[in-house]
């Protein structure tokens, strides 16, 4: 099986840095690593798709960059909206399997 | 807008079948794969297994002995069938779109299943 780990577990910045979270797989994925964002109490909301796709009414600030087994995802100036835990999700077609990382939890210093 | 509705008993007693079924309105269940996922209080997101219009579903192996889906083209919904469940399925499941074949662009709000006694 694919393991995904996904760092930090947890952050904590201010209004306007960078933050970046990365995920590194145990496999080759080539560019089948997608992103979420999920508030407390919510479902899981899909940010970036492939990678580096982002998906339509998504704020330009949030990114995704990768391949193969390492993958990130960047907010390049944090929001207070954007508190929040992110999760990257891997897929792998034989068999087909889905594995999320184990979240980062992003918070206002 | 494709929205997606978890509908199911909020508890379930050990040992018995935790059963949900996932309406969605705005979009056919006739096209795409659909999936449902869970989410232990406090902790991360689990794939459960995705089912297909036609009836073909993929299971994640660590549940793939307990677990069935269905769909149901004429309700336009989709269900989950866990059985022998114990306290390590309590969760907040979620039922969710795969637009291709290796992403959830929709979810559903999510419903809490507690399995107690």
């Known amino acids: 099986d694919i393991q995904m780990t996904q760092s930090p577990s947890s952050l904590s910045a201010s209004v306007g840095d960078r933050v970046t979270i990365t995920c590194q797989a145990t496999?080759?994925?080539?560019?089948?690593v997608n992103w979420y964002q999920q508030k407390p109490g919510k479902a899981p909301k899909l940010l970036i798709s492939?990678?580096?796709n982002l998906e339509a009414g998504v704020p330009s600030r949030f990114s995704g960059s990768g391949s193969a087994t390492h993958f990130t995802f960047t907010i390049s100036s944090l929001q207070p909206e954007d508190i929040a835990t992110y999760y990257c999700q891997q897929y792998d077609n034989l068999p087909p399997m889905y594995t999320f990382g184990q979240g980062t939890k992003v918070e206002i210093k | 807008q494709v929205q997606l509705q978890e509908s199911g008993p909020g508890l379930v007693k050990p040992s018995e079948t935790l059963s949900l079924t996932c309406t969605v309105s705005g979009g056919s269940v006739s096209s795409y794969y659909w999936s449902w996922i869970r989410q232990p209080p406090g902790k991360g997101l689990e794939w459960i297994g995705y089912?297909?219009?036609?009836?073909?579903?993929n299971y994640n192996p660590s549940l793939k002995s307990r677990v069935t889906m269905s769909v149901d083209t004429s309700e336009n919904h989709f269900s989950l069938y866990l059985t022998s469940v114990t306290a390590a399925d309590t969760a907040v499941y979620f039922c969710a779109r795969v637009p291709r074949s290796s992403y959830f662009d929709f979810w559903g709000q999510g419903t809490l299943v507690t399995v107690s006694s």
């Open positions: 089912i297909y219009h036609s009836g073909s579903a």
């Open positions: 492939d990678a580096s």
């Open positions: 496999q080759d994925i080539t560019n089948y």
